[in-house]
């Protein structure tokens, strides 16, 4: 089962053509992994970087845009991890109105021990969730 | 009932503070009249400018911060119309936190004629709405 | 002279009414009042909070919207002390474009020891820069 | 001469690691592109959309994030054009503070007749701006 997350599209995201706004759509990303891990984890990266002492930085994101996205219908985005390293982890953000694929994207976080900016291997709470929503 | 606009605050709302940021609120508050709009309209402001030629732009907005918000436990924004004008509603929403209000503000629309920015008449389908939910 | 913050006005801060989106404007308004400490106090919030242990946490704001704003021209935000308590303080911010008042607001901040939250007398160095900037 | 535009990082663009949140970023970019169309063509994508009929969609975009970046130094990003299409075009955003690269991007736009959301060759006034700011 990929996690699915959640998203109402308002008048304020969209720009005068009428649709979202480019600018919306790394932050709806960006919600939607935090939402993969608020559900899987018990706690998003507030959680995390406050509570575990981890942090989570992105080294890299690419998004290729294929449909606009509107108010018109409630936007779902699928997530689910597709590469785990020693001390970092890929996303797959796949946004969804109508059926229709609007977006997709690959997001890149290092996984740090906040206090100190330091690189981490993956600690086991964050592997076993990630390993857990692999695709096989 | 009063309707009630769940948010899940995330850590990109959040200010090195680690409460939500200021800036924030006021975009959550006009989320949340949206909201009640598409529950109560079949359609928020997007669906109103463009399929009914009706436009809401805010004349005022005033907001009391009485409690930090956080990622710690969802937002729900209570909104519900307190008085109707010819042309104009007011909106009083107000955001609690576990049981705690955090804050509580007022925002007053007018109702245009989307396409020439003219005051109208409420209409009928908003008029009715709004009566609807009018604290007795 | 009252000290001004220049804001471009873009694209992506627009709303299919093809004006400047409410939400937008509670933002100009606070990185305004920002700007204004960053350029009499050597440093904004950020700096304040973390080198000087400093926190200004909103209590209240009200803003009047009186003309649509674009991207046409310049948005020229006007910044300026209204009031000094022991440990508040409110700003005015009234925001211009070719001349025209577009909106209008009224902040007020309480000043804070950041590591405690607790509220603290306003320190020396923000009640000196302030105070030169009331209106006589 | 690379086109440079100056951001103001505040405490709102900061999260709780005290750091720019990454969703501002490609904002940021975004904002740097429309500003870069805004000085060579006398008017961003607002100006482009309403007056010229032409609309700019993104279809891709990928950045990597080098350094943090805070509010202790103003943000300038460095915009030109990579690459020119037919009806396409590549524009790389370089964020520095300080000295310091903090990410680098990749930003592609199809250019539209914006009334249809239909594709044209880039028109005349567009291409001349482009191919003098293109790398030699």
């Not at 509570?51 to 606009?68: L, Y």
């Not at 740090?112 to 690189?119: G, L, P, R």
């Not at 076993?128 to 695709?135: K, Q, V």
């Amino acid at each position: 089962m990929t996690f699915e997350h959640e998203i109402m599209v308002g008048w304020g995201d969209c720009d005068p053509a009428k649709i979202a706004y480019t600018g919306r759509i790394p932050n709806w990303c960006l919600d939607s992994i935090n939402a993969f891990l608020h559900a899987h984890l018990g706690g998003g990266w507030f959680v995390q970087e406050l509570d575990n002492d981890m942090g989570m930085p992105f080294v890299h994101m690419s998004i290729d845009f294929r449909a606009p996205v509107t108010p018109r219908h409630p936007l779902i985005c699928r997530v689910f991890p597709t590469k785990l390293g020693t001390a970092s982890v890929t996303f797959q953000v796949e946004g969804f109105q109508n059926g229709t694929l609007c977006f997709q994207g690959t997001f890149v976080e290092v996984v740090t021990v906040a206090s100190t900016f330091e690189k981490q291997t993956i600690p086991a709470h964050l592997r076993r969730a990630l390993e857990a929503h692999l695709p096989s």
